[in-house]
């Protein structure tokens, strides 16, 4: 692509400090936020050989991206069976998440940092003939050695905050330059898209991948062990919980005639033991996931802090309170709430709080539905949360109604598809 200044500039500068690149990743190692063993594909140099035939790469930056690319993952291992398909992302908690979740012979990398040469390297190794880069991700050097290499290039549920746009606005000849060499953009709403068109993008239609997807599953083993300890008490899950909303939400809830016995599952499970040194020092009896605890007949707070078991808890709630959406109300920053089609899918009756800001057109759909029900202040929980516990049928009403609404958002993806599909190489299809 015939480069503005900016993004001659850029690659000169990242070009100049590329050769720190492996020092600061073993600093970044040393603190967690690296996977010390893998450093390599951070530089662009593959742990594994590329499979023969096509490649289709996708890349979601973390966790939430990248499983919202597992419904198209297994919709081009269906379609396409000749097509092989490496997934990168950028967090060591996605890879950790995605080693679980991936079909067999997917193959996962990370990313390699936007240098010249570890893009170069990248590519060179896998070759792919498209790539589908999630949400926001416009790195310069990444996408502009991928266009000169002739790889077909798609940028899907894409989301542009005012803040970034206002970012790139200052560099728009970059921006419009970056934006040209997608052969397919699709934003996930309709805020996003006219962002990009402000920018210089051509937007071919809307696609929201986190509204695509099936029911998490769960191991029906440790659901039935934990299902047994809980006993005949009512269960709360709080799912995807920020600093803040555990004491807030376990506090609310005490103003509930009989208590339920209340999952917390926090975010960021690396909280889990500061927010378990907290809650007993309130005299609550907690049990802890990821230290083996069991569940007895007095404790009174489970705390999940484990990855890649949201199905599972999700199965064993009666009703789920959704985390991220309350931190206005609690004095803390907005977070703007996370997924409720997750629970819906499963068809669980859901609360949540006034900050649902990420989420603003589904919150909305499923509010309509019934099957989701919104509290504008923390102590609006328990009034909310006691009828859909002493109601088991009034509780799945509501989940029923919500799991109709999450069918109904999960057709976009063969709207996807339709626009993804003649970017494939040629080949064999099903």
Same mark, same amino acid.
């Given at each position: ?69 597992? /419904? ?8 396409? /069976? ?176 009989? /208590? ?171």
């Amino acid at each position: 692509m015939g480069a503005p200044l900016s993004l001659k500039v850029y690659g000169a500068v990242t070009g100049w400090v590329e050769p720190l690149a492996p020092r600061l990743l073993a600093a970044r190692a040393r603190r967690g936020k690296e996977d010390a063993t893998r450093l390599n594909e951070r530089l662009g140099r593959p742990s594994i050989p590329r499979p023969s035939g096509p490649l289709v790469w996708l890349h979601g930056v973390s966790v939430g991206e990248s499983l919202s690319l597992l /419904p198209v993952i297994e919709r081009l291992r269906v379609e396409r /069976p000749d097509v092989a398909v490496l997934v990168t992302s950028g967090t060591v908690t996605s890879a950790r998440i995605l080693a679980e979740r991936l079909p067999t012979g997917v193959i996962h990398q990370y990313a390699p940092v936007d240098g010249p040469l570890a893009t170069a390297r990248f590519l060179n190794h896998w070759r792919p003939a498209l790539g589908v880069l999630i949400e926001s991700e416009l790195w310069p050097n990444l996408i502009g050695a991928a266009h000169e290499r002739g790889v077909k290039l798609a940028l899907i549920s894409a989301r542009i905050t005012e803040k970034t746009a206002q970012g790139w606005s200052r560099m728009r000849g970059a921006a419009r330059t970056l934006l040209s060499v997608f052969d397919l953009i699709l934003p996930q709403d309709d805020a996003s898209a006219a962002r990009i068109e402000a920018l210089g993008g051509r937007v071919q239609g809307r696609a929201n991948l986190k509204l695509a997807g099936g029911p998490l599953g769960h191991d029906k083993g440790a659901f039935d062990l934990l299902s047994a300890a809980i006993g005949d008490r009512s269960v709360v899950l709080a799912a995807s919980t920020h600093p803040g909303e555990e004491r807030a939400i376990a506090k609310a809830l005490d103003a509930l005639e009989e /208590p339920p016995f209340l999952i917390l599952m926090p975010r960021h499970p690396e909280r889990g033991a500061g927010l378990t040194q907290t809650l007993r020092a309130e005299g609550r009896a907690v049990a802890v996931r990821s230290a083996g605890q069991g569940i007895e007949a007095d404790t009174a707070i489970y705390l999940a802090d484990t990855l890649g078991e949201m199905g599972l808890f999700l199965a064993l709630a009666d009703v789920v309170i959704m985390g991220g959406s309350f931190g206005p109300v609690i004095g803390h920053a907005g977070v703007g709430g996370h997924n409720p089609l997750e629970p819906a899918r499963l068809g669980k009756a859901t609360l949540c709080g006034p900050d649902m800001a990420n989420w603003p057109d589904v919150a909305a759909d499923l509010e309509r539905a019934g099957g989701l029900i919104r509290v504008e202040r923390i102590e609006q929980l328990a009034p909310a949360a006691a009828p859909l516990l002493a109601d088991p049928v009034k509780a799945r009403a509501v989940g029923e109604r919500a799991r109709r609404a999450a069918q109904a958002a999960d057709a976009g993806l063969d709207r996807l598809w339709s626009h993804l599909a003649p970017l494939l190489p040629a080949g064999r299809t099903r």
